[in-house]
């Protein structure tokens, strides 16, 4: 029934609330995981390392290859019609901090001021962020109360 009054359809049954896949884009894109300064706030920064990764094979078949003149095999084909074939990926080494402050790490805060039901700030705890939410409306903030188990409206 509160779904109903929020939302005109009924949440409860999983229906009308944002998907998380958007919230969980703008959160990894804007907090760091890595967490910030406690005493600034200044994100930490992620150390990676690109890895090279194993050939994969061609799609093209061996004759592809020689009617286009080319030199390469079907797998591992480097040259003419097969340039090399990898797959880079970047593998994270650690975090290190953007400020001098020398201080402890903890989480990076997401603040939603159009909080809702709270479905950011539920993906925001999954991902191991803190959460400000803030809503016009009381009802939204005890359902978002309910659904992230948050100790405090
Ligand atoms: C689409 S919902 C937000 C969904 C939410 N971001 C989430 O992750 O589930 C929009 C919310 O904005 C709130 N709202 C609208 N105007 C507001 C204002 N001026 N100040 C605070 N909240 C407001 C509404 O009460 C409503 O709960
Ligand atoms: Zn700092």
Not at 49 to 68: D, F, M, N
């Amino acid at each position: 029934m509160i779904a109903r009054l929020l939302y005109g359809v009924d949440v409860l049954e999983g229906l009308a609330t944002l998907p998380e896949a958007i919230p969980e884009i703008c959160i990894k894109a804007g907090t760091s995981a890595g967490g910030c300064c406690g005493t600034c706030g200044s994100p930490f920064k992620r150390i990676v390392k690109g890895v090279s990764g194993t050939s994969k094979e061609c799609p093209k078949t061996q004759l592809a290859h020689e009617v286009r003149g080319g030199i390469g095999k079907v797998t591992g084909t480097v040259g003419k019609s097969g340039s090399g074939r990898i797959n880079e990926y970047s593998e994270t080494l650690g975090w290190q901090p953007t400020c001098q402050c020398h201080a402890e790490t903890i989480p990076c805060t997401v603040l939603d001021p159009f909080a809702g039901s709270g479905t950011t700030g539920k993906v925001a705890v999954s991902l191991g962020r803190q959460f400000i939410g803030i809503d016009l409306q009381v009802a939204y903030l005890e359902l978002a109360k309910q659904r992230l188990g948050l100790f405090a409206v």
